[in-house]
């Protein structure tokens, strides 16, 4: 089973950029789906971003599509998610996630949906 271990996050202030990334090791990374979710402080988790187990398909919230990016790189069993223009209501644990590619596209933002989480990685933006 694939391993997850979140990295890049940190304090920045508004309009800033940060980028995050996941490596994973053990499982099959290359034929994972991937994604993002967020929590903050007394919210429940929330789907940012997820990406097909190619790389070539990727979904975002509504909340975040435009600024973030997410991308794959299955040579280095690596998701990222390049953040930008960020705002205060962006604080929160970001947590990469892994799952089967069964259904993808129909369920990609249900959290129940994966099934391997990283511990996740503290993003703050400060106004």
């Known amino acids: 089973q694939v391993q997850l271990v979140e990295s890049g996050g940190g304090l920045v202030q508004a309009g800033g950029s940060l980028r995050l990334s996941c490596a994973a090791s053990?499982?099959?990374?290359?034929?994972?789906?991937m994604g993002w979710f967020r929590q903050a402080p007394g919210k429940e988790r929330e789907f940012v971003a997820a990406?097909?187990?190619?790389?070539?398909?990727?979904y975002y919230a509504v909340s975040v599509k435009g600024r973030f990016t997410m991308s794959k790189d299955n040579a280095k069993n690596t998701v990222y998610l390049q953040m930008n223009s960020l705002k205060p209501e962006d604080t929160a644990v970001y947590y990469c996630?892994?799952?089967?590619?069964?259904?993808?596209?129909?369920?990609?933002?249900?959290?129940?949906?994966?099934?391997?989480w990283g511990q996740g990685t503290q993003v703050t933006v400060s106004s």
């Open positions: 996630a892994a799952r089967t590619h069964l259904d993808f596209r129909e369920n990609y933002y249900y959290k129940s949906s994966y099934y391997q």
């Open positions: 053990g499982g099959t990374f290359s034929s994972n789906a």
């Open positions: 990406i097909d187990w190619s790389g070539t398909s990727q």
